[in-house]
């Protein structure tokens, strides 16, 4: 008669695991209200609006092209503030795991890839930003529909906003997270709204 060791450890006592804390693994919607408040793309176009009043057809991009490179910097600046102090189970598992150096290994691309997908909610009408592609050499996603690029058009002109000055707000925002994890990337732009219907960029760790 074979013995069924299964039923015999299935009758033996055991201590099932209790969380210290009811875990979490979304991003907090006090968070995301915050960033929608202070980044969303009908307030940034406003205030590209009003720093490019009054500018020639010549300065104007000239200014938004330094507004943008400032605000991008504040985005992401607010978003790894606000990342970072409310966090969540995904997160801390991902911040837990570490290589035989004791160093956590996990930091490209999936904290990166947080900070992106935080920053994008924040001012983005979707629920979930595209992801194209996600390994340990490169970061890559995409921005369908874009709701700035649409509000550009909308109070500055199809014209304007098809100088796709806006990319600096994205460009600028993805080189302050780059240098928060302190990993070099190759940051580059494969597609534009004007050209392609979406922005794309890409981040090679180099």
């Known amino acids: 008669m074979t013995t ?3 039923a015999e450890l299935k009758k033996q006592p055991y201590n099932r695991f209790v969380a210290p804390k009811p875990y979490s693994f979304d991003l907090n919607e006090d968070m995301v209200k915050m960033l ?3 980044f969303n793309a009908d307030k940034v176009s406003g205030e590209l609006m009003e720093a490019i009043k009054g500018k020639s057809k010549h300065e104007a991009p000239k200014v938004a092209e330094a507004f ?3 605000m ?3 985005w992401m600046n607010r978003t790894i503030q606000l990342a970072d102090e409310y966090s969540d189970r995904t997160i801390e598992m991902i911040m837990e795991t570490v290589d035989r150096n004791c160093k ?3 930091i490209f691309p999936h904290v990166l890839q947080r900070y992106v997908e935080v920053a994008n909610l924040a001012n983005q009408d979707f ?3 595209p992801i194209t592609l996600d390994n340990m050499y490169e970061l890559s996603y995409r921005v369908p529909k874009c709701a700035l690029y649409a509000k550009i058009t909308e109070k500055a ?3 304007f906003a098809g100088l796709m000055t806006c990319k600096n707000y994205c460009l600028t925002a993805l080189d302050v997270a780059q240098k928060k994890i302190e990993v070099d990337t190759l940051l580059t732009m494969p597609a534009e709204t004007v050209k392609n ?3 794309e960029f890409s981040m090679k760790k180099l």
């Open 104 to 106: 956590q290994f996990l």
């Open 72 to 74: 991008g910097a504040r």
């Open 157 to 159: 002109g199809a014209e």
């Open 36 to 38: 929608r408040t202070e």
């Open 4 to 6: 069924d060791y299964f």
């Open 197 to 199: 219907k979406f922005c």
């Open 68 to 70: 943008f490179k400032q």
């Open 127 to 129: 629920l979930k930003l």
